[in-house]
């Protein structure tokens, strides 16, 4: 028996897989996809950063912690992949002085954009730049957790669908699964939208919506694109030499048809914005399903006896190393990370963890 066994090798349970095994925690990972990331990781357009964008809920609590934990996994970890490149965002709206920007980012000029983003056809007039965001290969970061956990001890098994949890009361006993029964003292389930079918027979309702998004992927000449250039028709950066990832708007039930036309005007707006960009072309594009908690992460025990816990959230890249080091902590120590506070799952009236 493990003493904890981790459901679903996303970004999130392949994090959570590596800090507890490094912490000498004998861990089994499973997951139904032949690898790690083939879940909506393997889709994700990896912008990390701890400035902009929403943090909703708990992960306020996080953010001061995502670029040094980044930082920290680099020295842990070798080819941890993350390109520190900085951003740049603008949209139409957008006034110098709409809202604070906060430490770490500050607004630029036309020629200052141009620097930063030579290939660019028509730099706006002024940009959000942010000199400490980056992007990860999530693909291999994943990768990377799981051969480190291994390297650590873990036992990692695929192709292995989690059927339902086996139950004796109110406790977890382990994970019923096409590979067989998996016992554990706590089964995490970080199964992003897998969770609340899994989590069903507890109490703790875990609701989590499905949000699509699609990300393009695209051939270029390396170096095209320098930032992360969020503007007003797309979001691009590079994730490796010679190609670039994009996401674009999503409808909510698209046709095969409508998302390979919206591919296609992707990369024309692209193509339209960008010099040096007539030989780009699709490689392929990709809806992903993204777990959504309505009140931001969700993380902590779904059940009295500490035998079921819970990681699910959106920024899942952004937050993977961060979550992963403090619920290793918890499930290490049995002390609450205070960080956590505010991400615990709703209980029931009565329940108390
Ligand atoms: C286009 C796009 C752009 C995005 N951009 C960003 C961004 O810039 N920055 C950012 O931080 N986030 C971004 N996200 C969101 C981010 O990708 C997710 O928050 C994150 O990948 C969620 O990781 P996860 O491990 O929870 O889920 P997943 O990657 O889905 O992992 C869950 C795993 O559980 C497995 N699983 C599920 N059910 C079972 C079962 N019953 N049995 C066994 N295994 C199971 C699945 O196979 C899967 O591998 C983006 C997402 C998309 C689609």
New binding site residues.
Partial sequence: MSAVVV???????SSVAYHLARRGVSVTL????PSP?????G??????GGCGGDWPGGAQDLRGSVLADYRRLESELPDVPVRWTGSLTWADDQAEGDSPLGPGRSWVGRSDIAALEPHLLNPPERAIHTPSDGGVD?VALAGAFVDAARAHGATVIFN???TSLKMEGDRVEGVV?STGFHAAETVVL?????IPQ?GEPLPPDVPVAVSP???VRLTAPAGLVKTIVAGRDFEVREVRDGELIM?IPCAADPSAASAEQAARDALRRFQAAFRGSGDCRLLDHRI?G??MPARGPVIGYLTRDRSAYVA????????APTVGRLVADELVTGRPAPELRRCRPALPRGFSR
């Fill in positions: 459901v679903g090798a996303g970004i999130v349970g499973l997951d139904q996809g990331a083939t879940g909506v990781t889709g994700s357009f990896a912008w990390i999530p292995s669908v989690a699964s970080a199964a992003g939208t897998g899994l998004a699609c990300l996401t992903g993204r777990p699910v959230m959106h920024s899942g890249v952004t937050l």
